[in-house]
């Protein structure tokens, strides 16, 4: 670090002149990079999406859309055979009211499946027109434009009077609608007044805009890298989304460390490019090891075979690394030249020690708390961790697939119709058919998907909606919905016993696809991760017990995130009475391993940053108990502030009408508080007063695998930590 300040304190001139080529070219490369940007979610190489892609290009419907659910009750006396004309120009109006949907009933099959036990109830199936509006592919309920009163408004008037159509399905039966759409400069907006604010609270001077001119910076420069990189490879808009407000938590997070550690530095009566140095020197190899720490994280998104959160990985270590860049080089040229002019306060004497009477000494509220967890290690530990570990063991029972109706809406006209097709004696798995591509004649491949276990009913109408280019879909009713065991069960079964050639699609089988590429290898993948993670951190702390500590309680945090996610928008803790929705009994597929992604490093910051200054307070004191405290007095008001500062970013982010951003958002958000407050300020510095002198140990043999230097274990006298007096 001493070589890379003296590099950029020697040249500020230079590095100013190109910080601000780099920030204008940014302004500029920052449009035309958004333009570029892809709304396609593909996930290449799945079976299911293949066939799904294949049948929406043959048919314009379907696939991956879930159907509607049309169903009839007619009047007492009256019998679908008896009125199957009727019903069928209902049907036919409902074609012609939506020249893109692909239609099927009773009227056009003569199947029995279609009709209940009473004789008088059945319902059809109507695949509407695709769509996009930037979800993933059959993603989240409510996502689709609700063709409820279109096909009731078309019914009616061909149907016997004293008839009665509901119109049911999964997404008419969502309990929410989504909105869509984020209003990305609004978020950020508000990201940046609540740093300023944070960042004025902390600092009490202008100095509170040095770091979030710095996140500026790296959010424009991030976006010089993501234009070049739509030239070589497709990055999704998703990247739009998070990149901008994850730059301004991580870049500030940074710039909070090296400018405090500045203002420390001159609270020691160091001056000009001396505190720069030594400020750099003491924080910024935390900011350097902490930013290569999201990037290990983000590496799970990147090398995964899902285009959309490749981009989104790849988009997060981008602005990774040029926040960490930018930290490194630019902020101490803006330190060195502006840092004093900047921090001066109305009525401090310029140069005294008034402006850093906060910095002199560590904070004595953060410092008197880690004197009580010393104290109470064993009972902090186990109240923190038992907490963790509860939500980890409620993470268990986390569901990746699709919702049952049974947790969905109790009202409205999707209630009714299933409640309808129930009391009828019908299947509920009748309304998440999937669809199913046959080359030729499908007669041979319908009696054989007939005979599968689980199978309600093959529909193949010989009509040109189910026949085109020398090819028909079928549609598979299912005995059981496609969100429950047994559904998955008949998917796999289904494709099991197809002919080859034969193309099993459905939002089903695209779901199972997704979570098999990419929860499959997880286990591994992580493995691979924590070991990378270790070395790095061994390097760091030099220890062998600091970096296992880190890497445990940060997968008990991520675990404790997605248990806290089940019971928010699983099991419904909360978003009824505060954000008036009601859960669906599934989590989007790809939440967690996103949350995971992301907290991964994010969360890692703060245990290096704390851990960083524990072992340097050690190598002074040689006592772990006062490292512990005078660590966490001096980190605490920090990393809170930047833990604020993030978890508001996130928290405004979840404040969208895109549900799938409402969930992502509101689980790094909860990540963030959790890390923050139970891991950061008790289980850690519980857990280092623990092990005592053991935290501090590298053998020889360790270090000379590291390339680094021994740390022998070390005689400890057991003082009590001193807490600081209060600063006048």
């Known amino acids: 670090m001493e070589r890379i300040s003296a590099f950029v304190l020697g040249r500020k001139g230079l590095v100013t002149l190109l910080a601000v080529l780099a920030f204008l070219i940014g302004m500029g490369a920052t449009p035309i990079a958004i333009q570029r940007l892809s709304e396609e979610y593909s996930h290449a ?19 991956y859309q879930r159907p509607f659910v049309p169903v009839v009750v007619l009047p007492e006396g009256t019998t679908a055979t008896g009125q199957r004309a009727a019903l069928g120009r209902a049907y036919d109006a409902v ?17 029995t499946k279609l009709v209940g036990s009473d004789g008088r109830t059945t319902f059809g199936l109507v695949y509407p027109g695709t769509y996009s509006d930037g979800s993933p592919p059959g993603g989240g309920l409510g996502e689709t434009p609700d063709e409820g009163p279109v096909i009731r408004a078309a019914m009616s008037p061909h149907l016997p009077q004293g008839s009665r159509v509901e119109v049911t399905g999964l997404d ?12 990305v400069p609004t978020k950020i907006g508000i990201g940046v007044l609540a740093a300023v604010l944070v960042l004025l609270l902390v600092f009490r001077s202008a ?7 710095i996140s500026v910076l790296a959010v424009f420069v991030s976006f010089i890298a993501i234009l070049l990189l739509t030239f070589v490879m497709t990055v999704h808009d998703v990247a739009l989304t998070t990149m901008p407000l994850l730059g301004l938590g991580i870049a500030v997070d940074y710039s909070l460390l090296i400018v405090a550690r500045w203002r420390e530095e001159q609270a020691n009566g160091h001056r000009g490019d001396e505190a720069v140095h030594r400020a750099m020197a003491g924080a910024g190899r935390a900011v350097l090891f902490s930013g290569v720490a999201v990037a290990i994280g983000l590496v799970t998104m990147v090398v995964l075979p899902v285009p959309f959160l490749r981009s989104l990985g790849v988009a997060g270590m981008i602005i990774a690394a040029v926040s960490v860049l930018a930290t490194l080089t630019v902020l101490p040229v803006l330190l060195a030249r502006t840092g004093q002019r900047l921090d001066r306060k109305k009525g401090g004497a310029e140069g005294g020690d008034v402006r850093f009477a906060r910095e002199a000494r560590a904070g004595r509220a953060w410092s008197a708390w880690a004197s009580v967890v010393v104290r109470r290690r064993w009972p902090a530990a186990l109240v923190a961790g038992g907490l963790l570990a509860a939500l980890c063991y409620t993470a268990l029972g986390v569901n990746l697939g699709l919702p049952e109706s049974a947790h969905l809406r109790t009202s409205g006209s999707g209630y009714a119709g299933l409640t309808a097709l129930r009391q009828a004696g019908v299947p509920t798995g009748s309304i998440t058919p999937f669809d199913v591509l046959v080359k030729g004649d499908p007669a041979t491949a319908t009696a054989v998907i007939a005979g599968v276990e689980g199978v309600s009913a093959v529909l193949s109408p010989d009509t040109p909606g189910w026949r085109r280019e020398g090819t028909a879909v079928l549609a598979v009713l299912p005995s059981a919905e496609n969100g429950t065991d047994a559904g998955e069960a008949t998917i796999a079964r289904v494709r099991a016993a197809v002919p080859d050639g034969v193309l099993v699609g459905g939002n089903a089988a695209q779901s199972m696809d997704f979570r098999e590429h990419t929860y499959g290898a997880f286990p591994w993948m992580f493995a691979m991760i924590a ?11 030099r220890s062998l017990l600091l970096p296992l500590k880190a890497v445990l309680l940060n997968l008990l945090s991520l675990g404790a995130v997605i248990g806290a996610m089940v019971l928010i928008w699983q099991y419904g803790w909360g978003t009824r009475e505060i954000l008036d929705i009601q859960p669906t009994g599934a989590i989007g597929e790809f939440v967690p391993l996103t949350i995971f992604a992301f907290l991964y490093g994010l969360s890692m910051d703060y245990e290096v940053f704390l851990l960083a200054r524990m072992r340097e307070e050690y190598d002074k004191s040689g006592n772990t108990a006062q490292a512990v405290v005078e660590g966490v007095g001096r980190t605490g008001r920090l990393v809170t502030s930047a833990a604020l500062i993030l978890f508001i970013s996130f928290a405004v982010l979840a404040m969208t009408p895109e549900l799938d951003v409402k969930v992502f958002a509101s689980g790094l958000a909860l990540g963030i508080a959790l890390d923050a407050t139970l891991i950061r300020a008790v289980l850690v510095p519980a857990a280092v007063a623990m092990m005592g002198r ?30 600081p007096e209060p600063v006048g």
């Open 207 to 213: 100095l509170a805009l040095v770091p979030v001119l």
């Open 95 to 111: 074609a012609a009211a939506m020249p893109q949907a692909r239609v099927v009933s009773f009227a056009t099959t003569g199947d």
């Open 694 to 723: 053991w935290n501090w140990w590298l053998p020889g043999w360790a270090a000379r695998v590291l390339f680094v230097r021994p740390s022998p274990l070390r005689h400890e006298d057991r003082v009590a930590p001193a807490v």
């Open 172 to 183: 008419a039966l969502a309990p929410s609608v989504d909105a869509g759409g984020v209003d």
């Open 531 to 541: 070991l990378v993670t270790f070395v790095m951190l061994a390097r760091a702390f």
């Open 45 to 63: 190489g799945m079976p299911a999406f293949d066939a799904n892609q294949e049948i929406v290009r043959l048919y314009g419907n379907g696939g």
